[in-house]
T-cell receptor, first 116, second 115 residues
């Protein structure tokens, strides 16, 4: 079975400072990893994904994430936070092996609050 | 916006009733997945449809069923509603190719309240 852990319910960062939202995962095969963002009363919006290749993945709105296989982590980062980045962030994983259910397994989410 | 639409936006039902939720996928996408997001939780995978057949299912009972139509739109049906079925139901569309790394694009969701 696959799982995702987001250890922080909430992360507070001052505007202009770097931010990190943590994610660790567990999967049997090679992981396909995703980050999504959810604004109030909205669906999830895709930010970035790791399938294979470079461990540092760049995505939308200046976000990036670093895949670390030995630590089974996929932390979301941004060099300089904006107030508009305040939202709920979800990490998700899918087993890269074929067969079985093809859905994503999500973490519980992390509230990111950027203070002016 | 992703181009994935869902209807209705909100729905109130009573325990024991049945409900149908609808989803139109993004143009060019052939796969639809449904998720249940309870308050304060991450989305949980219900099932996925590809070529009008169920292609994978999460840990949900048979009273959760679905359909996919030739135009790739989809329905989620829930029978014998329970109070715990109250949640945001999300539909996601994607393009299924040979590998499993394609991202899913989510609609705005349907908020279901069961009284």
């Amino acid at each position: 079975a696959q799982s995702v852990a987001q250890p922080e319910d909430q992360v507070n960062v001052a505007e202009g400072n770097p931010l990190t939202v943590k994610c660790t995962y567990s999967v049997s095969g090679n992981p396909y990893l995703f980050w999504y963002v959810q604004y109030p009363n909205r669906g999830l919006q895709f930010l970035l994904k790791y399938i294979t290749g470079d461990n540092l993945v760049k995505g939308s709105y200046g976000f990036e994430a670093e895949f670390n296989k030995s630590q089974t982590s996929f932390h979301l980062k941004k060099p300089s936070a904006l107030v508009s980045d305040s939202a709920l962030y979800f990490c998700a994983v899918r087993d890269g092996r074929g067969g079985g259910a093809d859905g994503l397994t999500f973490g519980k989410g992390t509230h990111l609050i950027i203070q002016p | 916006e992703t181009g994935v639409t869902q209807s209705p936006t909100h729905l109130i039902k009573t325990r024991g009733q049945q409900v149908t939720l609808r989803c139109s996928s993004q143009s060019g996408h052939n796969t639809v997945s449904w998720y249940q997001q309870a308050l304060g939780q991450g989305p949980q995978f219900i099932f996925q449809y590809y070529r009008e057949e169920e292609n994978g299912r999460g840990n949900f009972p048979p009273r959760f069923s679905g359909l996919q139509f030739p135009n790739y739109s989809s329905e989620l049906n829930v029978n014998a509603l329970e109070l715990d079925d109250s949640a945001l139901y999300l539909c996601a569309s994607s393009l299924r190719t040979g590998q499993r790394g394609n991202e899913q694009f989510f609609g705005p969701g349907t908020r279901l309240t069961v009284l």
